[in-house]
C-alpha cells in the first residue's frame, strides 16, 4: 500500500544539554518520511523547500524509497527554518528563530502518480494547509491521520476544526489534547475531540507513553524508560512515521492493528532520541527496529493465569 | 504465607473537588490491611490507636481476617489525624492538620503470633521506627517491602538510609524518586536508589502507572485510564497492599511474578480512588478484582508476531 505524506521539509538548528548543532536538515516531512520509508515504498512526499536546500539530501531521499516528485523546489526563496534551545529536563523548549520562508505561501500540489495513495499522513503544518492536501486527492485515502499543535489551536482554531471534521486518526500530545479539549482528565479529552471528528485518537505523554482511543476502548503503550533522551526533536513526527508506516505496510486498520502500529511508533521515537536530529533515522537497520520491537515487549508484556 | 503489615490506623478528614466528610476511617496501615486480606489472611496488624478509635472498626478489621493481637490501644490518648484538601487537578494536595497523637511515641510491638510472618510491608511511618519493626522480627522475613515519602527524606535521611539497607523492595512515586536519588532520569533515579540497598524498586507514576525495576530489568504497567479520581487518599497505600498482598499468596518472589504483582497493585489502587476513604475498598468482591485485572490485561496487551 502506498502512504502519502505532507510536512515541512526544512533546516533546523538545535541545542540541547548535550550539545548544539548548526543547521541541520530538518522538518516533519522529513522526519515521517525517512521513518516511514523502513515500512512501505515509495513514500509519496508533498512538501516545499528553497534554493538552499542541498540537492544530495533530496537523492538521499529517492534512494531510501522517497518519492519527492512532490517536494517543489522554489529556488529564487530559502526554506523553512527553526530553531530552538530545549531546557534541562527536556520536556520543554524556547523557540529562537521561526523563518517561515517557502512555507507562507505553500501551495501543496499532487502529482498525478500520488493520486491513488491509501494512507495519507497529514504532518504537522496549517489546518488549512492540511485540509487542501485532502481535498485534492481525487480519490479519499482509506486512512487519514494528522498532527497539529498548540500554535494551530491558538491561531487558526476554526481551519483546524474544519479539517478535523475530516480525518480518521488525530495524533497529538496530552498537552496539546487538554487545550484543544478544554479537558484535564485524558479520557474526557477523548471524548470530546472524538466528537470533532477523529474516530481514533492518539494522545502521546512522552516518557509516559501513548493512550489509543477507539469508541469505548482504549490501549495503552509503554515508552522506552531511557537514561538520557539527547534530542527530542522530531520524535513525534517519527511516533506517527513508524505508525502510518506499519499501517501502511499491513493494509489493516483494525484496532488490533493499531495497537501494533502504536508500538511501531513508539519504537520509532526511542531510535529518533538518541541523537541529534534525524542522524539515528539514517543508520538504523530492519534488524535494529525487530529488536527494539522486542524489547518493547520485554517490557509490557505480563501473563496472567485467569 | 502471612503478612506482617505495618502503618498508621488512624483517622482522616479529606476534601476534595468533588466533596468532603467528617473523620473517616484511614491510615496507611487501614488501607494495606483491608486491600491485602483479599488476597492472604490472616493479615498480621501492628499499630496503635487511641481510645476514641471505634472498636466496630476493629472487630469488621478481625471479620475480614486481619489479625489486630498487633494493634495497641491507648485508652487515654487520641488517634493519629490527618486532614488534607486536594487542589482541581487531584495531583496536589495541601495539609490541613496533621495530629500525631499515639504515633508520637509508637513503639511498635511484634506479637510472638506474628513472629514467622514470610512476608512484611512497611507502611509509611518514621524510618526509625519500620526499622524496630524489621529488628524485632526474630528471622528475617522473606521478602520486605517498605514505602516512604518526601517529609522522612527531609526529617530523617540518615534513618531512612539505614532501612533502606535492609529491604528488598522500595515503593515509591516519581517525585519521591527524584528527590531521595537527586536524579531527574527515573532510570538514573533507579540505578542511585538500588545503590542504597532495594534490589527491587517500584516507581509509581500515578495516572501513567508504575515502573519495576531489577538489576538490568525494567517492567512498566499501565494505569486504567479514569474520567475521574474521587478520592485519591490511600491509593498508594493500596497500591502496595495489592502487591504484597499476591505476593504472599503466591509466595513466588521472581521477577515475573512481581510483574504480575504490580497489576494487582495497580487494581487495587484503581479501586481506592473511586469513592471516599476505605469505602469502594470495603465493598470489593473477589470477582471485581478478577474483572478488573482483565480490564488491565486488555487496556496492555498486543501481540506482535515476530
Not at 523548549?93 to 512555507?103: F, K, Q, S
Not at 482528565?185 to 512522552?206: C, D, E, F
Amino acid at each position: 500500500m502506498s502512504l502519502l505524506v505532507v510536512g515541512s521539509v526544512a533546516f533546523d538548528a538545535i541545542e540541547t544539554p548535550f550539545g548544539k548543532t548548526d543547521k541541520i536538515i530538518g522538518g516533519a516531512g522529513t522526519y515521517i518520511a525517512y521513518a516511514s520509508s523502513f515500512f512501505v515504498q515509495p513514500v509519496n512526499l508533498v512538501s516545499v523547500v528553497g534554493g538552499d536546500f542541498p540537492k544530495e539530501t533530496i537523492a538521499e531521499m529517492n534512494r531510501r524509497g522517497i518519492n519527492t516528485e512532490g517536494l517543489q523546489i522554489k529556488e529564487n526563496e530559502k526554506s523553512f527554518f527553526w530553531s530552538g534551545k530545549y531546557h534541562m529536563d527536556l520536556n520543554t523548549r524556547d523557540t529562537l528563530v521561526t523563518e517561515l520562508n517557502v512555507l507562507e505561501n505553500f501551495d501543496p500540489i499532487i502529482p498525478d502518480s500520488y493520486q491513488g495513495s491509501d494512507f495519507l499522513m497529514l504532518g504537522n503544518l496549517a489546518p488549512a494547509v492540511q485540509h487542501t492536501v485532502l481535498k485534492r486527492m481525487k480519490q479519499r485515502p482509506k486512512f487519514v491521520a494528522l498532527d497539529t499543535m498548540n500554535f494551530w489551536m491558538d491561531i487558526a482554531w476554526n481551519d483546524l476544526m474544519e479539517v478535523l471534521k475530516e480525518v480518521d486518526l488525530l495524533v497529538l500530545n496530552d498537552e496539546e489534547a487538554r487545550q484543544l479539549s478544554k479537558e484535564h482528565s485524558l479520557v474526557k479529552a477523548y471524548k470530546k475531540i472524538s466528537a470533532m471528528g477523529p474516530k481514533y485518537v492518539i494522545i502521546k505523554k512522552g516518557e509516559h507513553g501513548a493512550l489509543l482511543f477507539h469508541q469505548d476502548q482504549v490501549f495503552s503503550a509503554p515508552a522506552l524508560p531511557l537514561e538520557e533522551v539527547f534530542d527530542p526533536t522530531g520524535a513525534g513526527d517519527t511516533f506517527a512515521a513508524g505508525l502510518m508506516g506499519y499501517l501502511a505496510s499491513t493494509n489493516d486498520i483494525s484496532f488490533d492493528n493499531l495497537k501494533r502500529a502504536v508500538y511501531f511508533g513508539s519504537a520509532m521515537a526511542s531510535f529518533c532520541v538518541e541523537k541529534f536530529g534525524t542522524e539515528r533515522l539514517r543508520e538504523l537497520t530492519q534488524t535494529d527496529i525487530q529488536e527494539r520491537i522486542a524489547q518493547f515487549l520485554e517490557l509490557s508484556t505480563v501473563k496472567i493465569p485467569s
